[in-house]
Structures are given as structure tokens and as C-alpha cells.
């Protein structure tokens, strides 16, 4: 059992989940509540890594933060370091890679509250940015739980993504997707198996959990 | 609120939909002390879409919108105050209640930001506005008569208690206009009698203006001061409710409003089945089909149909009211003419041509007028 491979995904599905949780709540809103004709664009970019394979997707990471590019020249004399082959090039990946599975609910959840709801709100002297925080997130609970899960669970699982961008350095970019993939190539049958295990339990935990909370099994549905 | 000072809405709003449709409103009204101005008309005529270009959730394609000396809206000079600003709180059909907030924090949900930004910057700021808003949602809670009500959530209500919440979270921010989206429309009869006659009292005490759609004549009779008539996306009249009742400028006018005399009285003696109503120098006898009591201020409502001419005193017969009229003017309608009759108020009287010519009528003739007492609709002010 790899528990360092395994715990380095941990980690870095917590900070992808957490990290998608604050940028994506915006970016849903704007979505959803923008007047912008064009804002289809930028719902076609965000489904995007649905249907791109993830080596495509990984590729254009690495040129992007690559030493190449002005944000990875950018990075590297602010941090010392290139993005590539390192935990934060990996963080940064997995946003992307994991957008579309945090962003989706969370904007169907935000369009689904009562437009009428926030017009009482704005008539009654309150702005649209506290009408979002005090009506539309409190309402959207389940769809920012679901989000949250889903781009943890997606993450848990990434391979052509870390492995174009970050390697295959143990405790920093070897995922527990990689260390199953090495396992195989080195016919180490017995840790694959148990590793694989550990994954197909725990993806099919969040799910089962998913699925109760679109059920209302343990959040109440709104009126 | 200065009772004497003019609060006047004017209103130039134009927009076309797609499809087709062309909203063209113009509406000028003086709200002060707290009047309510009825929006009527039939349903699709376009009062909504009004009422939401005040309130500030829709935009004109051209259109002027001032209330007081605010400009919420200007077009050509790109003037647009968003909701927020226009201090207009705006109650729907169907409650919209926020569903996660109690009776209590749905009431004050607005009120911290009818606070002025000088005391919010003020330190203990938080304390006193919590304090402010406890004793505001006490009291406006026991006006609209939800106390004790507050720990429900709204799934617990029934319509009319959501309605009153409803209405208690708009007027407890103060608003400078309620704007009402039919929202008695939803509530069984008994309750919608009750909840208007508290509205209405509460707006007066407050004098808070009002603006009220409708499509229902005994509420915009019930409530209305003020009332404009509202067909195909145009605002046809506008004036005080028994005027434009009773003097409908084109025939359009007259058939939304229903043909019927609208006089404005006052009940003066109720008893043995009857209501004595004063209006101007002459008394009418209805039949009591609700109680109201005596120096409730009434409309009584006649239709031209129910209205029979005499040219001679009558024996016994059942019909309660008996008045000296004479004939202003007599037109042909179809089959029937329409005599138009001057008895101390105005009233209309449809009959048979034959009934004309076997009278022998002409115009300036003294005649008198009967109306049974079951024939006169009592609608008492709410």
C-alpha cells in the first residue's frame, strides 16, 4: 500500500476542491447572472475538460506554466522554481482539469432559486452581492456540496493530467493513480490490487453520498 | 411623512416585446398622506410590466420615471436608480418568503439597510440595529397581526399568514412606495376581506403611498384612492376612484370597469335588512348582505339594467327607493336606450324603446327613479 502516494492525492484533491470552491462560486455566479449575450463561450470553456482528453489538456498546462510561457518565467522568479513537475503545477492542473465538476452544479443550483426571491430582496434596499450571500448561496447548500465532492472525487482519480504535468517524483507529484499505474509496470499485482481497492471504495463512498444528497437524504429540499 | 407635501409619481415608460406588444404608460398621480393608487384592468393589459418599471426590475426602451424630486429613471439621460435605491418594496401575488429565514429574521431581513449609513458606521453599531429591529419586527409583526408567529419557518404558514409576513417585511423597511402585485388574488374570500381592510389602515397610519394592480373592482373600489385603467399596454384614465367610475372618458373605459353607477356615501342607519346610505342630499335603502356599520364609508353600486322609470306616483309596491329625476339626456344603445337621469347624483337607466315611447319620454322631463334595494351592490371601503 502506497500511503504516501495516497495522501499526496489527498492533499491535493482538499486543496483543489477548496481552491475551486473560491474561484468557482464567482465564476458560476457570473454565469448565471450576468446580462453578457457571449457568456455561452465561457460555459463551452468550462465544459471543456468533460470531452478534451486529459493528455491535451495536460499538454497546454505544461506549455502554459511551462518555463516558456510569461506566467511560468513569471512564477519561477517570484518562487525560485518552475510550476512544472511540482505540487503547485499540479494544484493548478487540477483546477482546470476539475473545473467544469464544481462550476456545473453550483451554477444549475444558483439558477434554480426563485427569481422573484431576489427581486424581493433588491426591492427591499438590499445589493445583489449580499442578495447572493444572504438568499441564493444559503439556498444552493446541496449544489455547492455536490460540487465540492465531485472535483474531490475527479481529482482523487486524475492520471494523464499529473502525468504530463507532474511526473512521477514520490511525496510530490505521484499520485495514487500513478503509484498503481507503476505498480502494474513493475508486476507488483498484489499492492495494485490493494490500492485499487482503497480508490474504487472511496469513489464509490462520495457517490453514494452525491447521490443521497440529490435525493434530499440528509438536506431538505427548498419550498 | 409632511402630510401637506405633493408626493406625485410621473410616469412616461414605452417598450415594445417581441411580440409585438407596445407598452405606452402615462401616469402622473399625487400620492400624498398615504393614498393608493389602483392600477386596474383586465389581465394582460399590461399593469405588471408597469408596476415592475417603477419598482425598478424591468428597464423602459424609452421612459421617464420620477417619484417626488427623484429621477429613478430618464432615458434620455441615462438616469437609472437600480431597486435598491428607489426605496419601493414590492409584494407579489404568491408570497416569495425567503425559505430558509424565519417569520422573524424574514421580517428584518430589510431593515438594517433601512438604518442610515451614518449610524451603521457608528460603534456599537451591531447591538443597536439588532435592538432597533427586534422592536420593529415586534411591532410591525402585531400590526399585520403575526405575533407569535415569528420561530415559524414559511412552510408552516398558511397563505394569508405568509401574505401578512410578506407585507410586514416590506413595510418594516420603511418604504417610501408599496407596490402590490394583486396580492390578495391567491387568499381565500374571508381572509382577503380581513387582510385588506388591515392593509389599508395600516398604509393611512403609516402614510405610506401605494400602488395596487388589480383586475378585481371590489378591491379597487375597496382600497383604491386613486385609480388608473390599464387596456392593451395603455393607460386609458386616470382619477379618483368614484370619478373615473362614474365619468369613464370612452367607451373602452367603461366596459373594463363594469357598467355601473358608483356613488360615494355613507351608511347612516343599518337595521331591519336594510343599510341607510347618505349620498349627497339623497338617502338609499340596500339590502344588508354583510354587516357594515352605521358612518361606514360606502360606495353603492347601481347598474343601469336594475334602474326603472315612473312618470307617476306609484302604489304599493316592493321597490324601496323612489327618486325624483329628471331626463338629461336619452341614447340609443341596440335594442334599448340609455336615459341618462339627474337625481341629486347621477344615474343611468337602460329600457325597452317601447317603454320610451309609451312614456312618452324626452329630455327634461321629471320622472322618478326606482332601484330595489336588492339591486344596489354595497362596496364598503376598506
Redesign the interface.
Known amino acids: 500500500m502506497d500511503w504516501t502516494a495516497l495522501w499526496l492525492s489527498v492533499r491535493l484533491a482538499s486543496a483543489t476542491s477548496a481552491a475551486l470552491l473560491v474561484g468557482g462560486v464567482p465564476l458560476a455566479y457570473w454565469i448565471v447572472f450576468s446580462p453578457r449575450r457571449w457568456k455561452y463561450v465561457v460555459e463551452a470553456i468550462v465544459a471543456l475538460p468533460l470531452v478534451l482528453p486529459p493528455t491535451v489538456l495536460g499538454f497546454y498546462v505544461l506549455i502554459a506554466i511551462g518555463p516558456l510561457s510569461p506566467i511560468g518565467r513569471a512564477y519561477a522568479r517570484v518562487a525560485g522554481h518552475g510550476l512544472p513537475f511540482t505540487f503547485e503545477g499540479l494544484l493548478i492542473a487540477s483546477m482546470l482539469y476539475s473545473l467544469p465538476f464544481a462550476v456545473q452544479p453550483f451554477s444549475a443550483e444558483f439558477a434554480a432559486v426563485?427569481r422573484?426571491?431576489l427581486?424581493?430582496?433588491?426591492?427591499?434596499?438590499?445589493?445583489?452581492a449580499e442578495t447572493f450571500r444572504?438568499?441564493v448561496l444559503?439556498?444552493s447548500v446541496r449544489g455547492l456540496v455536490t460540487g465540492i465532492v465531485l472535483s474531490f472525487a475527479h481529482t482523487l482519480g486524475e492520471f494523464g493530467v499529473v502525468l504530463m504535468v507532474g511526473g512521477n517524483l514520490p511525496g510530490v507529484t505521484r499520485t495514487v493513480s500513478i503509484s498503481i499505474y507503476d505498480a502494474v509496470q513493475s508486476l507488483d499485482y498484489a499492492l495494485a490490487s490493494r490500492t485499487s481497492l482503497v480508490l474504487l471504495v472511496v469513489s464509490f463512498a462520495i457517490l453514494t453520498a452525491v447521490y443521497a444528497l440529490q435525493r434530499s437524504v440528509w438536506i431538505k429540499p427548498?419550498? | 411623512m409632511d402630510q401637506a407635501a405633493a408626493v406625485t409619481l410621473h410616469v412616461r415608460l414605452e417598450r415594445r416585446f417581441s411580440g409585438g406588444f407596445l407598452l405606452s404608460a402615462s401616469l402622473d398621480a399625487d400620492l400624498r398622506g398615504g393614498a393608493m393608487l389602483v392600477l386596474f384592468g383586465p389581465s394582460g393589459a399590461g399593469k405588471t410590466t408597469i408596476l415592475r418599471q417603477i419598482?425598478?426590475?424591468e428597464r423602459p426602451d424609452t421612459g421617464v420615471v420620477r417619484f417626488g424630486d427623484e429621477v429613478w429613471c430618464e432615458t434620455t439621460r441615462s438616469v437609472w436608480q437600480?431597486?435598491?435605491?428607489?426605496?419601493?418594496?414590492?409584494v407579489?401575488q404568491?408570497p416569495?418568503l425567503?425559505?430558509?429565514l424565519t417569520v422573524r429574521d424574514n421580517i428584518r431581513?430589510?431593515i438594517r439597510?433601512?438604518v442610515s449609513i451614518q449610524d451603521q458606521i457608528q460603534d456599537q453599531i451591531q447591538d443597536r440595529i439588532l435592538d432597533r429591529s427586534r422592536i420593529a419586527v415586534a411591532e410591525i409583526a402585531t400590526m399585520l397581526g403575526v405575533a407569535g408567529l415569528e420561530n415559524r419557518y414559511?412552510?408552516a404558514l398558511s397563505g394569508g399568514e405568509a401574505q401578512r409576513v410578506e407585507l410586514a417585511?416590506?413595510l418594516a423597511?420603511r418604504p417610501r412606495l408599496l407596490?402590490l402585485d394583486e396580492p390578495f388574488a391567491a387568499l381565500d374570500a374571508p381572509t382577503r376581506v380581513r387582510l385588506r381592510r388591515d392593509v389599508r389602515s395600516l398604509l393611512q397610519t403609516t402614510g405610506t403611498p401605494a400602488i395596487l394592480v388589480t383586475h378585481d373592482r371590489t378591491e379597487a373600489l375597496a382600497m383604491g384612492d386613486l385609480i388608473a385603467v390599464v387596456i392593451d399596454g395603455r393607460i386609458r384614465q386616470v382619477g379618483a376612484v368614484a370619478d373615473v367610475f362614474t365619468r369613464p372618458h370612452d367607451a373602452g373605459v367603461a366596459a373594463a370597469l363594469g357598467v355601473e353607477a358608483v356613488l360615494p356615501g355613507r351608511v347612516v342607519a343599518v337595521g331591519g335588512g336594510l343599510v341607510e346610505i347618505a349620498v349627497g342630499d339623497i338617502v338609499l335603502h340596500a339590502a344588508e348582505r354583510e354587516s357594515i356599520a352605521a358612518g361606514a364609508d360606502v360606495y353603492a353600486c347601481i347598474r343601469a339594467e336594475d334602474v326603472t322609470i315612473e312618470t307617476r306616483s306609484p302604489g304599493q309596491a316592493s321597490t324601496r327607493n323612489h327618486l325624483a329625476a329628471r331626463v338629461v339626456a336619452i341614447a340609443t344603445e341596440g335594442p334599448v336606450d340609455r336615459v341618462t337621469l339627474d337625481c341629486g347624483v347621477a344615474l343611468d337607466a337602460l329600457i325597452t324603446r317601447r317603454s320610451r315611447e309609451e312614456m312618452q319620454l324626452s329630455a327634461g322631463a321629471q320622472v322618478t327613479a326606482a332601484v330595489k334595494a336588492t339591486a344596489i351592490h354595497v362596496v364598503p371601503r376598506a
Do not use: C, K
Not at chain 1, 427581486?119 to 445583489?128: D, I, K, P, Q, T
Not at chain 2, 437600480?82 to 414590492?90: D, E, F, M, N, Y
Open positions: 426563485d422573484r426571491l427581486e424581493a430582496s433588491w426591492s427591499l434596499g438590499v445589493s445583489r444572504r438568499i444559503p439556498l427548498r419550498l | 419598482a425598478g426590475l437600480p431597486p435598491q435605491s428607489r426605496g419601493a418594496a414590492i407579489f404568491e416569495t425567503f425559505p430558509h431581513y430589510g439597510h433601512a414559511p412552510r417585511r416590506a423597511t407596490l
